[in-house]
């Protein structure tokens, strides 16, 4: 089977099937993450959490750096209340820099003095690595310059093929992280130094550079001086 899969979908609003997606969701087996996002906007950031956040995050420890937002918006209850401990959750929100280019995936996103991790380090942490958000703060400065082809794309369609079936996508899966998108949701591509990414494939990108300890150190000030 695939190593993790990992949602690019913020299910925020009931749906029907949520009740089979929550059944599926609490079957052991791969580990699953569920995408959350941030939202900062001009309420104020004493506003009421939302729903199960105090059970999908953590406190903010002292000391602790990350992203702060006015809000999270998370998976509807019914889902986070049925999933296993195999499921979680992480953020899909990223923050690019002024020139509007995104180039760090930082570990952490806080608000209501809560955090969730970034679903970048969340998903490496699953897979084993060791710079997870749990034992490294870091910058999440990324390399995202990749050779076409480096993140496979597959249409959902090709997964209902039979399964025996010559060339079926599951049998290139195993033990990889699969991470699922939506083209009719993603209505914007994100600028990487390393050109136009969806959002689903800048996701995928990083976690891989954070699985494979691939973090780029800043330049120090001598350096920049010297450019």
């Given at each position: ?141 990324l390399p995202w310059h990749t050779h076409p082809g480096t993140v496979p794309t597959v249409p959902l369609s090709a997964l ?68």
């Amino acid at each position: 089977g695939v190593g993790i899969v990992v949602w690019n979908i913020v299910f925020a609003d009931p749906r029907a099937g949520d009740a089979q997606l929550g059944e599926a969701l609490s079957a052991p087996g791969v580990a699953v993450m569920l995408a959350a996002s941030a939202s900062r906007d001009h309420e104020p950031r004493d506003r009421p959490p939302p729903s199960g956040l105090s059970a999908a995050s953590q406190p903010l420890q002292a000391g602790q750096t990350a992203v702060p937002w006015s809000s999270f918006v998370l998976p509807v209850e019914s889902l986070l209340g049925a999933a296993g401990p195999s499921v979680a959750v992480g953020v899909v929100t990223v923050e690019l820099d002024p020139d509007g280019v995104l180039r760090r995936v930082p570990p952490w996103h806080e608000a209501h003095g809560r955090v969730l991790p970034a679903m970048a380090w969340a998903s490496a942490r699953a897979l084993g690595q060791d710079g997870s958000p749990g034992r490294q703060q870091g910058v999440g400065l990324l390399p995202w310059h990749t050779h076409p082809g480096t993140v496979p794309t597959v249409p959902l369609s090709a997964l209902f093929q039979p399964a025996g079936a010559e060339g079926h996508p599951v049998v290139a899966m195993a033990g990889k992280a699969v991470f699922i998108g939506s083209s009719a949701l993603e209505t914007g591509r994100l600028l990487t130094p390393g050109g136009e990414r969806s959002g689903t494939a800048a996701l995928a990108i990083a976690h891989a550079a954070l699985q494979q300890g691939r973090q780029l150190t800043p330049a120090g000030p001598g350096w920049v001086g010297a450019l």
